[in-house]
């Protein structure tokens, strides 16, 4: 059987995965990102990155290629030793960033990529070459949210016969971000600001330096929740919570915001994070951490209807930690959309919005770019493995 190449690129990490057209694992490894920060400053208070300070006698243009391909040779030696030989049909990249193709190059542009190594080759949409085509096997390279909703999309084709088009994966973790199949461009919800958002909530956000904004990533993700959380403690007893309560509380149902953050016990703990905030909401112990976490689940909730009109979607799978670790705040943000959508003539068949059925998109993404379609059904249950019985009858394999 062929095998395929996986390859992850993030802000700190590079993953190889070697694995079976079937969606066996074979080998994996992490290594060092070449964007990894090093905990210095260059000039202009610019963070030093790993390939700052390696390869220096290659130009700045190709030095991250170079690196990842060194990296990847460095992986499947070590592969070959520990499995024996194999033969890669086919390589898929899930990248950090908007990524796109360029004279035989692929590249990215990103927030975590320092445009000091992009290529000039084209000033007019400057990114960085991470690897290049090959001639021995076709190389396909995505956005990571746009491959991890590949890997999504192919469950939702084999056990519901849904349009991967039709689909897209939320990343809800530390940040709020988007992926649908095919789309060359991330969808960036989590900086599409929300309408109603008073000006004593906006945050800083990544899209912007040092301008306070109202991204919608300011109160969807981990990081908004925990910011959230902090800025209304921070308002205690100040006049403007009682000017912001009736906007915000219309959004929620309860009646008065300043009587949540008076009455709270968030504040009493040592660590406010997203994880405290959540704990406090999903056993209903404080009703602040409950307004927090609503407010989360409607931010969340129009992100997902603005998306479904732009795209024509039908299906939502969200993913990552919060809401891996928090089951009953997609059910809430399910519950919202429904609410929100109920007898709409424009999304019809109606959009569904759920925890992702797949265990964990990120992994696949990279090899589900490749991965032929006559290896769909297997791939399927590989990737939800708790949830037997779930594919329609007649497509079980029987084969592990
Ligand atoms: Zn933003």
Request: net charge neutral.
């Amino acid at each position: 059987m062929p095998d395929l190449l996986g390859m992850d690129l993030g802000g700190t990490k590079l993953d190889f995965l070697l694995a079976a057209e079937d969606g066996t694992f074979l080998y994996e490894k992490q290594y060092d990102s070449p964007f990894q920060k090093t905990g210095k400053t260059l000039g202009k208070a610019n963070s030093e990155v790993l390939v700052d300070t390696i390869l220096t006698h290659i130009p700045g243009e190709q030095r991250v290629a170079a690196y990842i391909n060194q990296t990847e040779d460095r992986f499947l030696k070590e592969a070959e030793k520990k499995i024996g030989s194999f033969d890669i049909a086919g390589k898929g990249a899930s990248l950090c960033g908007k990524t796109w193709e360029q004279n035989g190059n692929i590249v990215i542009a990103g927030g975590n990529t320092p445009m000091r190594f992009a290529s000039d080759q084209n000033k007019d949409k400057p990114g960085i070459v991470v690897m290049k085509a090959r001639a021995d096997y076709p190389v396909k390279a995505a956005n990571d949210g746009t491959a991890a909703a590949t890997a999504q999309s192919i469950y939702y084709k084999v056990a519901h016969g849904i349009d991967p088009k039709k689909t897209a994966y939320f990343i809800l973790g530390t940040g709020f971000g988007c992926g649908i199949p095919g789309c060359d461009v991330p969808a960036e919800i989590g900086h599409i600001p929300v309408g109603f958002m008073p000006e004593a909530l906006w945050q800083t956000c990544g899209c912007t330096t040092g301008h306070p904004t109202a991204c919608a990533e300011n109160y969807a993700s981990g990081r908004g929740i925990a910011n959230c959380a902090r800025i209304l403690l921070s308002l205690k007893d100040s006049p403007v919570l009682k000017t912001i309560s009736p906007c915000l509380v219309r959004q929620t149902g309860f009646s008065s915001l300043s009587d949540l953050v008076t009455d709270s016990r968030i504040s009493r703990h040592p660590q406010i994070d997203a994880k405290t905030v959540m704990d406090y909401a999903k056993n209903n112990a404080d009703d602040l951490a409950v307004f927090i976490a609503d407010l989360a689940a409607q931010v969340t909730a129009d992100a997902a209807i603005a998306v479904a009109h732009l795209f024509g979607l039908t299906r939502v799978g969200i993913g990552e930690s919060v809401a891996r670790l928090n089951p009953w705040h997609a059910d809430n943000i399910a519950k919202k959309v429904a609410d929100r959508t109920r007898n709409s003539n424009m999304l019809v068949p109606p959009l569904k919005v759920e925890l992702t059925p797949i265990d964990n998109p990120a992994k696949y993404g990279a090899l589900s770019l490749v991965v032929p379609e006559s290896q769909y059904e297997t791939w399927a249950e590989k990737m939800a493995p708790s949830l037997p019985g779930d594919l329609p009858a007649g497509s079980q394999r029987g084969q592990s």
